[in-house]
DNA sequence: AGTAAATTACGCACCTTTTTGTAACCACGA
DNA sequence: TCGTGGTTACAAAAAGGTGCGTAATTTACT
């Protein structure tokens, strides 16, 4: 499913962080433990199927550990492995790093024509 | 341009290097001024159009630069911005935080049942 | 000399592949 | 029946590949 082979690690890293969902995810989940339901909550654009996979894909990665508790209705948790949380700082690192360039002097002229994307009305 | 709507600067950064080409290209990019022959022959699996368009992103993104020279077979160079080159590290560091994480022991994505499942015989 | 071909960096249209969404279903026990 | 966490099948959407066209000028062929 997932035996990635390449030469470059950074290639790696970016196969599983890719896309929208796995930094968001574990910036809700660096604020402690979530259950399956809080991550729906937290942002409830993603869908059902999409956070189990994504989920599931931290997990392989190391980043985040499951535990799952007997129960009535099933109760998992899910939270950052210390790999996890290491990884925390350097993606703030990224968003600093945007901020910044998008402040000082970065993209000037941006012809921001077909800005207009739908705000889907979550809130942090 | 970055028309991103999006509340976070770590999903807006995210937007623009998610995928497989952002990191690849600044990574060749780094290694200094590259036309667009030289980028397709840095990494031969991109296809002329999406090496146009990750470029085109990453110029909007303010993390490259794009010259054109005027000329017979129309010359164009591509080189990493100032703001491109502080991103490098930042990059690396993920690079390096993987290393070290899949060296103690985390998540080698191949536990056995899917290992035997695909067998990376001829894969591009 | 005249015409055709090649070169470089694309844009565009068409088609395939991959990813993501939707919805229905499963199990369990209160 | 509901709510939990999860799976599966199917549909929609997005990402990506292929190939053709274009510009302007040099070179290659006849």
Redesign the pocket.
Known sequence: MKSLVSRCPIEEVMQILS???PTLLIYYLKQGTK???DL?RDNP?????????E??KLEDAGIVE?T?FEG??????YQLTPAGHRLVPLIDALGDWWETTSDTSAHPGSTDAEAAVSNTASRD
Chains 1, 2 share one sequence.
């Not at 654009?45 to 996979?53: F, G, Y």
């Not at 009535?72 to 948790?77: A, D, F, I, S």
């Open positions: 896309g929208r969902w259950r399956f339901s729906r654009t993603i869908s059902h199927k999409m956070l189990t996979l989920l599931r499951r799952e009535y209705p099933l109760r998992v948790e």
